[in-house]
Nanobody
């Protein structure tokens, strides 16, 4: 498994931007599909974005499409989530996760290494 540490969360006004980072340990980072998920109070954890091990495939939840961008820097063992035009409904704890090695998936059940989460709060 890979160890993950998120950073970059905080409080922002609606319409603003935040950038999340997820630093991973391990020399095999480049072989993992990486994803971002979020969980709002009283709701189930949901998919936000994923990027394949090559970076050539990305997917987004409909609710964030056009506003969020996932990217990765394998030299830094880091995956990023750039969040623009934030809405109050984006308020949640955001989790970075590592998915199956060598396979691409956006299904939460396929991600088996998780960070501790970082809080994102969007005020109106």
């Amino acid at each position: 498994q890979v160890q993950l540490v998120e950073s970059g969360g905080g409080l922002v006004q609606a319409g603003g931007s935040l950038s999340l980072s997820c630093a991973a340990s391990g020399r095999t980072f480049r072989s993992y599909t990486m994803g971002w998920f979020r969980q709002a109070p009283g709701k189930e954890r949901e998919f936000v974005a994923a990027i394949s091990w090559s970076g050539g495939i990305t997917d987004y939840a409909d609710s964030v499409k056009g506003r969020f961008t996932i990217s990765r820097d394998d030299a830094k063992n880091t995956v990023y989530l750039q969040m623009n035009s934030l809405k109050t409904e984006d308020t949640a704890v955001y989790y970075c996760a590592a998915g199956p090695r060598g396979l691409y998936s956006t299904q939460i059940a396929d991600f088996d290494s998780w960070g501790q989460g970082t809080q994102v709060t969007v005020s109106s």
